[in-house]
Each structure stands twice: as structure tokens, then as C-alpha cells.
């Protein structure tokens, strides 16, 4: 008897090992992305398409974040370890024999706070105070204006910022 | 995972109670004997948690425990340990420290041969701990490449944190010489208040080993080697 309550033990045992905690489940809330929309500038309430947008980390080791054809709604990353993060919006533009590209600088500006989130996902940044600031390139820039809408990122349900082009 | 521990154990105390109920039946017709039974205040230490503080890096513990024989099956039974524990996670390291209290009874199910002084044991304890907890290092979780994080060393230690559980405890106590046991147990456990800190969790409690986010249970085994000091004895009549 006293074996078969030994054996027994040793399944519980075994059993207890493989729990959801070991692995960040996908649906959990990490660090939330930036939401941008983009608008039409003559209009602004009204969404524009970006024909051909990517979108590049700007900095010395330049890192293509996302590529889109024909968006208006695009969720870009906020660095966790800096207070600043710096992209270029490259727009491209394809005529009969040639393609022109339009790069245009954006800086966002923030503060930052580490929020633990669970066992498996470690810790997660929120942004406060969100502000934008566009290179401004004169009649160059495809962007016209940037605008935040909600200055505190720690979802993704809604755009924070509108671009208008 | 978890659901299906405390289904296991209540599988095991059927499987118990209905075996020593059959071998209970043989006997009585037999005995004649008048059996005698021993009283008193049994003490021991926990072998598992040295053993595993010489081995296991990141942990020290230790535990004594005292069981009290109340009633021919019941027993008062009171364990109280310390525990230090390392915990660490891809994105989170910690580093728990406390004391912890159990108290309860012990029922022995089994009925013993003549002579024998065995013990397969159902408990309940209340449990509590008091105990510190240090955040030693973690990393924000991101799944893009563009901005990879670092880990950050910014320790920040929570103190007078506290636990309060239910545990239920399955144990085997054999008579290795006179009045000398080893005991084998496993433990569940069902949290059900603890001070959580601001802006973490706890991820160890002392007595209760490693807690889970989706849930309230935990489990524990023990390795224990204990003596009797017999107070006094009674002589039963075989029951007819």
C-alpha cells in the first residue's frame, strides 16, 4: 500500500512541473505600441491613405520597423531605455520610369514608467506627456503636421498621434 | 496544471481510507492482545531543506516541527521554519527571505498491527509567513527587434510582506527504531491573503514555495526525521 501512495506521489510530482506561467502568454498587455493615423491634411477629420509608407528607426544602425502599402492606422514602438525615439516616414511614391521617396524626421518625446506586469513577462514601459517633434523641411516635408491626441501610451486601443499629409 | 493535484489527492485518500478500512476488518476477528499505545510530544527537523541547502544554489531553509498525540488517531502538530530563496525568471530575478508558521492537526488513518506505531497521515494546517522581498533585476518584455531591452539592475527591497494559507498535508510516518520516525509528506496549498508589493509580486513565500499567477495553489514535500518523548501510555481493549 504504502508503495502505490509513493507512485502516486511521484505523478503529482511530475505533473507540477509545466505551468502558463513559464511562457508570456501573446494576449497579455506588454509595453504598448505608438497608434498613429493618418489623415488628410485639407481635411483632417477625414483618414488618408499612405500609397507606400515605411517607417525607420533613426539612428546611426538604422532598422526598418514596418513597411505598409495603403494604411491610414500603423502601431511603431517606443524605445524602452531612451526618452526620446527618433523615426524617419519614408513615403515612396512610383511613377511610369522612376520612384521618388520623401523621408521625413519625427522625434517623440516622453516619460517613462516600468510597471510590473506578471511572472513570465517580466516588467512592461507605460509613456507620459507624449510630444511630437517634425523636422520641419519647409515645403519638403510630405508630413505636414503631427498631432498627439492621447499623450499617455499604455494601450493600443485608439491612435496617440494623427499625421496629417 | 493545478486542478489536477488536488484531484490526485482526494483519488489517494479514497484509495487510503477504503484499504485500511478492508485490512481493519481481518484483524479484529484475531486480536486478542491488549495493544498499547504511546503518548507524547514527537520533535524532529526537516532533512529535505539542509540537504537542499547544500545543493541547491539560491536556497537555504530549515524546519522543525512537533506533533502532539491528543486523541488515539489526532494529533496537534505545529511546523516552523526559515527560508531564503532566489527566484529567477527570464525577464525578472528576486530574492525572498522569511520565517513561516504552520499549525493544525494530523489524523492517522491507518490502523497499526500490534505493536507497530506507523502512521499514514491526513492534516490540515493554517499557515503564515513573514518574510522580505527583493527585487533584484528584471527586463521590460518586447517582442520587437527594433528596440531590444536591457536588463535593469535597480534592486529595490519590499519588506514586512506576509502570507496567509490553508495547506492540507498527505504524510507517511514509518518507526525506523524505537521511537524514532522518518516521515515523508507532500503539502497543498490554497493561499488565501497575503500583502502584495506595490508594484510587483510575490513570486516565493516562505512555507508556501513558489506561488503561480493564475492561481491560489501551491504544493511542498517535507523529509523529516523525528522522536517520540513517550509521556505516558494507555492500554486499549481490542475493539469487538
Sequence with gaps: MIKKIIVLLFIIFAFKGCTKDDICPPETATTAKLVISFNDFSNPANAKNVNLLSVHTDYENSVKVISFENTNEIAVPLSTTSDTTKYKFIRSTVRTNDTLTNIDRVMFVYRRQNDYVSRACGFNTEYFNVEENLVDEGTENWIKQVTVIRDTVNDENSPHVTILH | MMKIAPTLLFCINLICGTLTMAAQKNEVALDTVHSVQKYGLRIGVDLAKPVRSLLEEGYSGFEIMGDFRVTKKFYAALELGIETKNWTEPYI???????????????????????????????????????????????????????????????????????????????????????????????????????????????????FNRTYDYGEFG??????????????????????
Design chain 2, 219 to 240: 504544493v511542498g514535500y517535507g523529509y523529516s526525521v523525528s522522536y517520540l518523548i513517550p509521556i505516558f501510555k494507555k492500554t486499549e481493549a481490542p475493539e469487538n
Design chain 2, 93 to 207: 530575478a528576486s530574492k525572498t527571505s522569511g520565517s513561516y508558521a504552520k499549525l493544525g492537526f494530523d489524523f492517522n488513518a491507518y490502523e497499526n498491527w500490534l505493536g507497530m506505531e506507523n502512521a499514514i497521515t491526513l492534516g490540515l494546517r493554517y499557515g503564515f509567513s513573514t518574510f522580505n522581498q527583493e527585487l533584484l533585476s528584471y527586463r521590460i518584455y518586447t517582442d520587437n527587434p527594433a528596440f531590444p531591452t536591457q536588463t535593469i539592475y535597480d534592486p529595490q527591497e519590499y519588506s514586512g510582506l506576509n502570507a496567509h494559507w490553508a495547506e492540507f498535508i498527505l504524510g507517511i510516518k514509518t518507526e525506523i527504531l524505537n521511537n524514532l520516525y522518518l516521515s515523508l509528506n507532500v503539502q497543498l496549498k490554497r493561499k488565501f491573503a497575503e500583502t502584495e508589493p506595490d508594484n510587483f509580486a510575490n513570486l516565493y513565500i516562505p512555507g
